[in-house]
T-cell receptor, first 112, second 116 residues
Framework: DARVTQTPRHKVTEMGQEVTMRCQPI?????VFWYRQTMMQGLELLAY????????DSGMPKDRFSAEMPDATLATLKIQPSEPRDSAVYFC??????????FGPGTRLTVL | AQSVTQLDSQVPVFEEAPVELRCNYS??????LFWYVQYPNQGLQLLLK????STLVKGINGFEAEFNKSQTSFHLRKPSVHISDTAEYFC??????????????WGLGTSLAVNP
C-alpha cells in the first residue's frame, strides 16, 4: 500500500530556529505539493514541483521559506528563521495520473 | 479563474439520517472533480473523483456524488451516516484548461458532525 510519508510528525521549536520538514512521495509520482493548514486560513498551497522542478511557490513567504526536491524520493520544506505565526500543520501530497493527490499524515509544527 | 464554493461550513446531522454536502465551482468546461475527507488529526484522504463518463460517482464508505454540468455542482451524498463519518470534507476542482501546470482548487471545507 503506497503512501506519502512525512517526518517529523511533530516539531516544537523556539522562535528563530531553523525547521526542516521532509516528505517522501509515492514512488512513480512526478508532482509534489506542500500545503499549510491552520484554523484561521484553512488549507493553503505553498509550493509544488513537477519532475523535481519548481512550478509555483507564490504561496510561500519568500524571505523565510524554501522548498526543494534534491531527488525524486525526497522533498524538503525549510523555515529559517521560524516565527510563532508559522505554527500549523504542514502537509505534503504527491500526484501521478489524473491530478489525484495523495496526502501524507502531516507535520504539526509549534513555534514558541 | 476557477473557484470552488462549499455552501455550508458546518452540517450537523443525526446518526442514520441522510446527508448532502454541497459544492459549486465557477466553470464547467473540462474539469476533474474531487471530494476529500479529513478525520481529526489526520491527512486528507480521497473519497471519490469524477474524471469522465457517468455523472454519478461512487466512493468509499458509502458516499456518492453527482456531477451536474449545467448547475456546475458536485454535491456529496450519503443515505445514512454513522458517527464515524464525523470529519471535515473538502471539494476540489482541477481546471484542465490550465494545462500541465494545473493544480487543485480547493473549497474551504464543510465540517460534518454526526450526533447520536
Amino acid at each position: 500500500d503506497a503512501r506519502v510519508t512525512q517526518t517529523p510528525r511533530h516539531k516544537v521549536t523556539e522562535m528563530g530556529q531553523e525547521v526542516t520538514m521532509r516528505c517522501q512521495p509515492i514512488l512513480g509520482h512526478n508532482t509534489v505539493f506542500w500545503y499549510r493548514q491552520t484554523m484561521m486560513q484553512g488549507l493553503e498551497l505553498l509550493a509544488y514541483f513537477r519532475n523535481r522542478a519548481p512550478l509555483d511557490d507564490s504561496g510561500m513567504p519568500k524571505d523565510r521559506f524554501s522548498a526543494e526536491m534534491p531527488d525524486a524520493t525526497l522533498a524538503t520544506l525549510k523555515i529559517q528563521p521560524s516565527e510563532p505565526r508559522d505554527s500549523a500543520v504542514y502537509f505534503c501530497a504527491s500526484s501521478g495520473a489524473a491530478d489525484t493527490q495523495y496526502f501524507g499524515p502531516g507535520t504539526r509544527l509549534t513555534v514558541l | 479563474a476557477q473557484s470552488v464554493t462549499q455552501l455550508d461550513s458546518q452540517v450537523p446531522v443525526f446518526e442514520e439520517a441522510p446527508v448532502e454536502l454541497r459544492c459549486n465551482y465557477s466553470s464547467s468546461v473540462s474539469v476533474y472533480l474531487f471530494w476529500y475527507v479529513q478525520y481529526p488529526n489526520q491527512g486528507l484522504q480521497l473519497l471519490l473523483k469524477y474524471l469522465s463518463g457517468s455523472t454519478l460517482v461512487k466512493g468509499i464508505n458509502g458516499f456518492e456524488a453527482e456531477f451536474n454540468k449545467s448547475q456546475t455542482s458536485f454535491h456529496l451524498r450519503k443515505p445514512s451516516v454513522h458517527i464515524s463519518d464525523t470529519a471535515e470534507y473538502f471539494c476540489a476542482v482541477s481546471d484542465l484548461r490550465a494545462g500541465n501546470n494545473r493544480k487543485l482548487i480547493w473549497g474551504l471545507g464543510t465540517s460534518l458532525a454526526v450526533n447520536p
